[in-house]
């Protein structure tokens, strides 16, 4: 299993990035998807994760729900995350990580990741 993010960068407060994770060494129907990010000093956190296409549960940070929006392209075996709204709380570095359970975005409990990608909100 290996996982791809990009998409990360420089962007101002209000603004938008879509990340991006492609994965390979697996097909990614049925698993759970999400993006955890780690800001500086900070523990590692859940961010957005979605269940298997068959079940279409998504979980959200509350202070990213209504701003961000995770999606999932089983075809392509990516997935992605779309931020509107940015806001300088919002810098981190981001990962992609994967799990064949659902384990509702917990951090501890996901066990395929990828590296991060950072993103920068600031004026």
């Known amino acids: 299993v290996q996982l791809q993010a990009s998409g990360g960068g420089l962007v101002q407060p209000g603004g938008s990035l879509r990340l991006s994770c492609k994965a390979s060494?697996?097909?990614?129907?049925?698993?759970?998807i999400g993006w955890f990010r780690q800001a500086p000093g900070k523990e590692r956190e859940g961010v957005s994760c979605?269940?298997?296409?068959?079940?279409?549960?998504?979980y959200y940070l509350p202070s990213v729900e209504g701003r961000f929006t995770i999606s999932r392209d089983n075809a392509e075996n990516s997935w992605y995350l779309q931020m509107n709204n940015l806001k300088s709380e919002d810098t981190a570095v981001y990962y992609c990580?994967?799990?064949?359970?659902?384990?509702?975005?917990?951090?501890?409990?996901?066990?395929?990741w990828g590296k991060g990608t950072l993103v920068t909100v600031s004026s």
């Open positions: 990580a994967t799990d064949p359970l659902w384990v509702a975005c917990d951090v501890n409990k996901m066990n395929f």
């Open positions: 979605m269940r298997s296409t068959a079940d279409s549960e998504r």
């Open positions: 060494g697996f097909s990614l129907d049925f698993w759970t």
